[in-house]
């Protein structure tokens, strides 16, 4: 159901669909589902994803040994496998679709911190250390109003390397960044 047609279904169930002090225009526009009006998206891509707009190439990994290498503060144009041909890293919590994509990356952290991973697209992000389990996110959302950052994940690490695993993407290729949280 639209934001506005979901106003207008309560107003109606209220017996205020005619007397409503605020417009059901402006009331949609309030909708938290609502998406912003932007004049053009990625116009002005706030810090830290001033890069969004210019990625680097990159070739996702179906294997481990085969895994494309991310540097933090850097944004790419991931290409990724079809994911009935990966070799996943951290076990999904159900079958990949036969359809969908995937591809596995390296990243080496120096610095301890909090580090915002942002994909153009709908898709699992997963982080683990090299040798280890993945590691559960400490923050999740949106990415900025008037952007294609579909989704920003926050991940804290500590210094060593890691492996990010990109799934269940229903196109390839993905804008892949990783910056530090400011």
């Not at 707009?53 to 996702?60: A, C, I, R």
């Not at 790419?76 to 999904?92: C, E, N, W």
């Amino acid at each position: 159901m639209k934001p506005l047609d979901h106003v207008r279904t309560l107003l109606t169930a209220a017996g205020l669909a005619g007397t409503a002090l605020i417009p059901v225009a402006a009331l949609a526009q309030m909708a938290p589902d609502a998406p912003p009006a932007c004049a053009a998206m990625d116009k002005a891509v706030p810090a830290p994803w001033t890069r969004w707009t210019t990625p680097e190439q990159l070739q996702g990994g179906a294997t481990l040994g085969t895994a494309g290498k991310l540097v933090v503060g850097h944004t790419y144009s991931a290409a990724l496998s079809a994911s009935p041909v990966m070799s996943y890293v951290v076990p999904l919590p159900k079958p990949a679709a036969g359809s969908s994509f995937a591809g596995l990356f390296t990243l080496t952290i120096a610095t301890a911190g909090t580090y915002s991973i942002a994909l153009g697209n709908g898709a699992w992000i997963d982080v683990a250390p090299t040798a280890g389990a993945a590691l559960t996110s400490v923050a999740h959302g949106r990415g900025p109003a008037c952007t294609t950052i579909h989704k920003v994940v926050d991940f804290a690490l500590q210094p060593g390397a890691y492996v990010v695993q990109v799934s269940g993407a229903q196109t390839s290729p993905v804008t892949l960044s990783i910056e530090p949280k400011g």
